[in-house]
């Protein structure tokens, strides 16, 4: 069955860096187009950046150019580097892959808090 582990997360002051890892199984890794998304407290879960399998990349506006998603496919795994973190990026951050209707399964994801 598909599963993705999401790790990396942690307490960091702003303007510092952290590096998510998703790891996925259950699922042929390489052909799905990637997403990371974020949850913040008392918010509606959004999107922060995609990559597809032949490696083209968008970021949400938010994000860009602080964050870069990147993907090891014969690891199974996604990456989201994350500098120059802002107190507003404090959210449970999740990954998931772009599927037609959209996955109803989502991992655990890990947290970030950016502390000012």
């Known amino acids: 069955q598909v599963q993705l582990v999401e790790s990396g997360g942690g307490l960091v002051q702003a303007g510092g860096s952290l590096k998510l890892a998703c790891t996925a199984s259950g699922f042929i890794f390489s052909v799905y187009t990637m997403n990371w998304y974020r949850q913040a407290p008392g918010k509606r879960r959004e999107w922060v950046a995609q990559i597809l399998g032949d490696g083209t990349i968008a970021y949400a506006d938010s994000v860009k150019g602080r964050f870069t998603i990147s993907r090891d496919n014969p690891r199974n795994t996604l990456y989201l580097q994350m500098d120059s973190l802002k107190p507003d990026d404090t959210a449970i951050y999740y990954c998931?892959?772009?599927?037609?209707?959209?996955?109803?399964?989502w991992g655990r994801g890990t947290q970030v808090t950016v502390s000012s």
């Open positions: 998931n892959r772009l599927t037609s209707p959209p996955s109803e399964y």
